[in-house]
């Protein structure tokens, strides 16, 4: 995804350098834009609220940061000066019942402070469908693109279907669905028409936004070569996977409530993205037009199919390649919620579970086995006690064990981890990972590497629980009998983990 593109040859501009602004950059299509604008020759300012989420991206030194809230108007438009063209990839699924009011709000701020900045162009990114009777989440996409194009500045709103790369959400959607279920009960959007695009040509598109005429303001239908619906394409993803042929049973009457609670359970997905993403796709969303070839030309080789996107996703994940992902873009905690390096726990009460023990192993070698915890590695001990907890909180509409791992063996700062998040890491040193599991409370899980006094490697590892309410107390207690197997289990085994680990391919502290 981060080879460079080569610029639209349609007119003179395409070769001028360009100065832009990328919101969502730590999320699934902003993380990936951003690397090819830079490769495009373009200078790039990213706006986010929290830098610290951007510093494990490896371009975050040939980029500008601007730090604003969406929704505060002064910040944005400070964040906005001196650029050309802004790019709008901000979204609110999930984030709760108004969000739809929401995206409304944060799409009116972006486009005043545009034009209060002498922004030329606007580039939003949202969905396609031409129906008429619209679930919450397209009716969203949809009243974002209109206030953007009824307003001060001309904008480009390219209207995407299903977006296939690795990481993505509609990709593991259907990923999870495929491989977890080689026969399933389906509701009726499985017989939805939808026209899949690859990520590598919606971010050709997104890149080549830049330098189109000043004048131009429409949205554009982009979309795949394939018009397919959900079940073709998970009857297709097996195919590229190399799986049998699913049996898929259509069953209508399965409510999207149900259906919702379906997908929340067997995908990665939490009910609160997973029911507005369920209902949206009785949507058909299928291209009526292709206008956007008259202005940027399609690649000799044609758009991506459908099944070599697959094909293309599933190579980066056994590579290790996969450099963004859906979730990284989820945040859990409010800026307001206490950290665990608070010293004075303004907000009460606070549980703790700290253990540490010597390690026979290099500083080196006990960093790897902590970096690598998680998804394919698991987490060192009683391996039932956290499936069932995932199952619990699948159940509970949290996110569960199975959003895994983006890389097997590195994290970054604001990745998501399994039903964790990673909050802090000191490379060498510490991994701090704040919970994002359904509970009465808030929670982390410090791992440190230490040096005893005699020069001995230390395994360090703290359970922080906030509780909140008389709830939060008693999750507290209820849990506490299984913290010996479960976090003393751990200490042990990541030791002996640790022990095991190839001293040459190690991390010292001193790096």
Not at 450 to 468: S, W
Request: aromatic content about 8%.
């Amino acid at each position: 995804m981060n080879q460079p593109l080569a610029p639209p040859t349609d007119t003179d501009e395409s070769v001028t350098a360009v100065r832009c602004l990328v919101t969502g950059a730590t999320g699934y299509v902003g993380g990936r834009l951003v690397p090819q604008l830079l490769a495009a020759g373009h200078s790039v300012r990213v706006m986010v609220r929290d830098p610290q989420k951007l510093r494990d991206f490896p371009w975050v030194d040939q980029v500008e940061v601007a730090v604003a809230d969406a929704t505060d108007a002064d910040a944005v438009q400070r964040a906005m000066n001196g650029m050309e063209v802004a790019y709008y990839l901000l979204h609110s699924l999930g984030s709760g019942p108004d969000f739809e009011a929401t995206e409304v709000r944060m799409a009116r701020t972006f486009a005043e402070a545009a034009a209060g900045a002498a922004v030329r162009r606007i580039v939003y990114l949202g969905g396609l469908t031409h129906d008429t009777d619209l679930s919450a989440h397209m009716r969203s996409r949809q009243e974002v693109g209109d206030v953007f194009l009824t307003g001060p500045v001309p904008t480009i709103a390219l209207r995407a279907a299903v977006i296939i790369g690795s990481g993505s959400l509609s990709f593991e959607m259907v990923r999870y669905l495929t491989e977890r279920l080689p026969a399933m009960v389906t509701p009726k959007w499985v017989k939805t028409r939808t026209q899949p695009i690859a990520v590598r040509d919606v971010l050709r598109y997104l890149v080549a936004c830049a330098s189109l005429p000043q004048t131009l303001n429409r949205s554009f239908d982009i979309g795949g070569p394939d018009v397919l619906t959900y079940e073709e394409m998970m009857q297709g993803y097996a195919r590229a996977a190399g799986l049998r042929r699913r049996l898929i049973v259509n069953v209508p009457v399965l409510t999207p409530r149900l259906s919702s609670r379906w997908v929340g359970v067997v995908t990665p997905l939490p009910v609160a993205v997973s029911k507005p993403l369920v209902d949206s796709l009785r949507n058909e969303s299928v291209c009526q037009e292709h206008d956007i070839a008259k202005y940027i030309a399609d690649p000799a080789e044609g758009l991506l199919g459908f099944e070599d996107s697959v094909l293309l996703a599933l190579e980066r994940i056994r590579e290790a390649r996969v450099t963004t992902r859906w979730s990284q873009a989820s945040v859990a905690g409010a800026p307001s919620d206490p950290l665990p390096t608070d010293p004075a726990w303004a907000g009460g009460s606070l549980y703790t579970d700290h253990r540490s023990a010597p390690v026979d192993a290099t500083p080196g070698q006990l960093w790897r086995i902590i970096e690598g915890v998680g998804g394919q590695n698991g987490w060192y001990s009683f391996p039932f006690a956290w499936e069932l907890r995932g199952l619990l909180d699948r159940l509970a509409g949290g996110v569960g064990l199975r959003r895994g791992r983006r890389d097997p063996q590195r994290l970054m700062v604001g990745e998501s981890l399994d039903f964790w998040r990673v909050e802090e890491i000191i490379p060498g040193e510490l991994l701090r990972l704040r919970a994002e599991m359904k509970m009465p409370g808030l929670a982390w899980l410090e791992m440190r590497v230490l040096r005893g006094e005699n020069g001995e490697t230390i395994y360090d590892q703290r359970a922080v629980f906030h509780p909140r309410g008389l709830a939060g107390h008693a999750y507290w207690w209820s849990i506490s009998i299984f913290h010996a197997i479960v976090f003393g289990g751990m200490v042990r085994n990541i030791g002996k983990a640790a022990h095991r680990a190839p001293i040459a391919a190690s991390v010292t502290m001193e790096q």
